[in-house]
């Protein structure tokens, strides 16, 4: 079965960027569709972005489209998240997730396997 690490948190200003990073353990990662989530302070997790399994479909919520970029590495067993533009409405705590099911999944429920989250800080 597949084990998620994330990384890559930190803190930053306003406008600037960071790279999320997810190495998973484990075989069969090309079998996994995957996602980032995020929590904040007091508020329940969201979905922000996933990326299928095979196609390389991807999802984001509205509020960072144009901002996030997801992508995947099979060879490296890797997903990424490249957060530019941060906002201090960013700063939560990043979790990625996977999961078989098939196609771009967004609801949290589909999701099985979890990564430890790594914090994200956007000051103003």
């Known amino acids: 079965e597949v084990q998620l690490q994330a990384s890559g948190g930190g803190s930053v200003q306003a406008g600037g960027s960071l790279r999320l990073s997810c190495v998973a353990s484990?075989?069969?990662?090309?079998?996994?569709?995957l996602g980032w989530f995020r929590q904040a302070p007091g508020q329940e997790r969201e979905g922000v972005s996933c990326?299928?399994?095979?196609?390389?479909?991807?999802y984001y919520t509205d509020s960072v489209k144009g901002r996030f970029t997801i992508s995947r590495d099979n060879a490296k067993n890797t997903v990424n998240l490249q957060m530019n533009s941060l906002r201090p409405e960013d700063t939560a705590v990043y979790y990625c997730?996977?999961?078989?099911?098939?196609?771009?999944?967004?609801?949290?429920?589909?999701?099985?396997?979890w990564g430890q989250g790594t914090l994200v800080t956007v000051s103003s």
């Open positions: 990326i299928s399994s095979s196609e390389g479909r991807s």
């Open positions: 997730a996977a999961t078989t099911v098939v196609g771009v999944r967004v609801r949290e429920s589909e999701y099985y396997l």
């Open positions: 484990g075989s069969l990662f090309d079998d996994y569709a």
